[in-house]
């Protein structure tokens, strides 16, 4: 806090949201929620349970099993435990139990993506989490005109399904929150896959000598926003939802973060547009200057001597006239993940980075002590303004990090290990010469699902008190 985090009192926050509210009818907003990952890692202590008839019940095996009754989909996965001949109780281990949720003789959840399973019960019903982002956007996300626009992305698989499951879902909550929603489904480019390699470092190929190629992660879906035409775009990862009666603190962060971005970027045009009017410079570099480095973190060096006034002129415009991002971050609580760093470019330049831990070389001492210090932790919570002085999208490409990878270690269907390229996520290497500021939002508003057990936390098993 006052070392690159923003902390917003309570009546700013409220001016913030009005702000927000007030300038709506001159912008559009999107909504864009990678939604294309499988659940797969959200079951994985329980898939390999199943598979080890030798394996002893660990704590995530045992919180499910003992929470079995309370999850949203506790009545499907009674059924077809029926229908497969399971019982539901006296099973002495719980794997033939665990076995129909996860296998395609049951409810198969196991290949599911998160956007379309079951996260929270509701009278009459429950709801996934896709249909809790419909929610999200008709209470903040909707302009003027009452039109919410939503952008999910989905995996080619899965795409059927969660049409199908939308088709179904949008006119119920367009005739309760008096909105229209306008939703696009995109892919991420296969160009963007990388080729996989064996632990010896040569190519990864099928049996019949194919290559393998691997999607390279969410930092590869910067195409995709590109292709939104909105002037606001707020991002947030398909599994951080709440239930629509807890949700409050969500709905009004939501708006303090808009309306902060929205006051930011005005002060940045203004700027831009009086440093591209030569006159009466002067004065325009030392206030330019001073706002650049105090609300967007970028240092410009020394006020140079009169004779320089076209280098700093020039320095502050290529500060200034680039994409801009507001993110909400919570205090560390220990959620598995990234944070907010300041970090040292290849050109010396220094600026506030999301920093994913597999971006950090556990060798280095004083990078493991820097990380361990962080106060803060990174929700996805981001609101984004793609838009420059003149109105025309920029080229989000040109402010990306193309060195920006990882290798990761992965296994292929057949169970050999292999390795790929990904590029860090969507916040990281994609936006890392975007211009960003950090302001702290109340963990209230944070409400991940990594595991299936999160799905006992308090905060997603409190039944709705709205109709389905």
């Not at 394996?55 to 003992?66: G, H, I, P």
């Not at 990281?428 to 006992?456: C, Q, Y």
């Given at each position: 806090?006052?070392?690159?985090?923003?902390?917003?009192?309570?009546?700013?926050?409220?001016?913030?949201?009005?702000?927000f509210?007030?300038?709506?009818?001159?912008?559009?907003?999107?909504?864009?929620?990678?939604?294309?990952?499988?659940?797969s890692?959200?079951?994985?202590?329980?898939?390999?349970?199943?598979?080890?008839?030798?394996?002893t019940?660990?704590?995530?095996?045992r919180?499910?099993?003992?929470?079995?009754?309370?999850?949203?989909?506790?009545d499907?996965?009674?059924?077809?435990?029926?229908?497969t001949?399971v019982?539901?109780?006296?099973?002495?281990?719980?794997?033939?139990?665990l076995?129909?949720?996860?296998?395609?003789?049951?409810?198969?959840?196991?290949?599911?993506?998160?956007?379309?399973?079951?996260f929270?019960?509701?009278?009459?019903?429950?709801?996934?989490?896709?249909?809790?982002?419909?929610?999200?956007?008709?209470?903040?996300?909707?302009?003027?005109?009452?039109?919410?626009?939503?952008?999910?992305?989905?995996s080619?698989?899965?795409?059927?399904?969660?049409?199908?499951?939308?088709?179904?879902?949008?006119?119920?909550?367009?005739?309760?929150?008096?909105?229209?929603?306008?939703?696009?489904l995109?892919?991420q480019?296969?160009?963007?896959?990388?080729?996989?390699?064996?632990?010896?470092g040569?190519p990864?190929?099928?049996?019949?000598?194919a290559?393998?190629?691997?999607?390279?992660?969410?930092?590869a879906l910067?195409?995709?926003?590109?292709?939104?035409?909105a002037?606001?775009?707020?991002?947030?990862?398909?599994?951080?939802?709440?239930p629509?009666?807890g949700?409050?603190?969500?709905?009004?962060?939501?708006?303090?973060?808009?309306?902060?971005?929205?006051?930011?970027?005005?002060?940045?045009?203004?700027?831009?547009?009086?440093?591209?009017?030569?006159?009466?410079?002067?004065?325009?570099?030392?206030?330019?200057?001073?706002?650049?480095?105090?609300?967007l973190?970028?240092a410009?060096?020394?006020?140079?001597r009169?004779?320089?006034?076209?280098?700093?002129?020039?320095?502050?415009?290529?500060?200034?006239?680039?994409?801009?991002?507001?993110?909400?971050m919570?205090?560390?609580?220990?959620?598995?993940?990234?944070?907010?760093?300041?970090?040292?470019?290849?050109?010396?330049?220094?600026?506030?980075?999301?920093?994913?831990?597999?971006?950090?070389?556990?060798r280095?001492?004083?990078?493991?002590?820097?990380?361990?210090s962080?106060?803060?932790?990174?929700?996805?919570?981001?609101?984004?303004?793609?838009?420059?002085?003149?109105?025309?999208?920029?080229?989000?490409?040109?402010?990306?990090?193309?060195?920006?990878?990882?290798?990761?270690?992965?296994?292929?269907?057949?169970?050999?290990?292999?390795?790929?390229?990904?590029?860090?996520?969507?916040?990281?290497?994609?936006?890392?010469?975007?211009?960003?500021?950090?302001?702290?939002?109340?963990?209230?508003?944070?409400?991940?699902?990594?595991?299936?057990?999160?799905?006992?936390?308090p905060?997603?098993?409190?039944?709705?008190?709205?109709?389905?």
């Amino acid at each position: 806090m006052g070392d690159g985090i923003v902390r917003v009192d309570p009546a700013e926050g409220e001016r913030l949201a009005e702000v927000f509210v007030d300038r709506l009818g001159k912008r559009s907003l999107e909504k864009f929620v990678p939604a294309s990952g499988a659940a797969s890692r959200m079951f994985k202590s329980l898939s390999a349970y199943v598979a080890d008839a030798d394996a002893t019940a660990d704590s995530e095996v045992r919180a499910v099993l003992e929470g079995i009754d309370d999850f949203a989909f506790a009545d499907r996965w009674k059924q077809a435990a029926e229908d497969t001949g399971v019982a539901w109780t006296g099973d002495s281990d719980g794997r033939d139990l665990l076995a129909v949720l996860l296998g395609e003789q049951g409810l198969d959840y196991s290949r599911f993506p998160k956007a379309l399973l079951p996260f929270h019960r509701y009278p009459g019903g429950s709801r996934t989490a896709i249909e809790e982002h419909l929610v999200e956007a008709a209470r903040y996300a909707r302009d003027a005109a009452g039109r919410c626009r939503l952008s999910f992305t989905v995996s080619p698989e899965h795409r059927g399904a969660v049409s199908a499951l939308l088709d179904a879902s949008t006119e119920n909550f367009e005739r309760r929150f008096g909105v229209s929603y306008g939703i696009e489904l995109s892919e991420q480019n296969p160009a963007t896959d990388s080729v996989a390699v064996d632990r010896a470092g040569e190519p990864f190929r099928e049996e019949n000598g194919a290559l393998v190629f691997r999607p390279a992660g969410h930092g590869a879906l910067i195409e995709n926003v590109a292709k939104s035409d909105a002037d606001v775009v707020f991002i947030k990862n398909i599994d951080n939802v709440a239930p629509e009666s807890g949700a409050e603190p969500t709905f009004f962060w939501k708006k303090v973060l808009g309306g902060y971005l929205l006051e930011l970027q005005a002060e940045s045009f203004r700027f831009v547009r009086r440093l591209a009017d030569e006159s009466g410079v002067d004065q325009t570099l030392e206030h330019a200057a001073r706002f650049v480095e105090s609300r967007l973190g970028v240092a410009v060096g020394e006020h140079p001597r009169p004779a320089d006034r076209d280098g700093l002129r020039a320095r502050l415009l290529k500060a200034l006239d680039r994409p801009l991002r507001v993110c909400g971050m919570v205090r560390n609580t220990g959620e598995p993940g990234g944070g907010p760093f300041w970090v040292r470019d290849r050109d010396g330049s220094v600026r506030r980075q999301i920093v994913e831990t597999s971006e950090i070389d556990p060798r280095d001492v004083g990078q493991r002590e820097v990380l361990s210090s962080a106060t803060h932790f990174n929700p996805v919570d981001l609101v984004c303004a793609v838009r420059n002085a003149d109105g025309d999208e920029y080229d989000l490409s040109d402010y990306a990090d193309p060195d920006a990878v990882f290798i990761v270690e992965k296994s292929h269907r057949d169970g050999r290990p292999l390795r790929s390229l990904e590029l860090p996520g969507l916040w990281n290497g994609a936006m890392s010469r975007w211009n960003t500021v950090f302001v702290e939002v109340p963990i209230e508003t944070f409400h991940p699902v990594k595991r299936l057990s999160d799905l006992l936390r308090p905060a997603h098993r409190g039944l709705g008190s709205v109709p389905r």
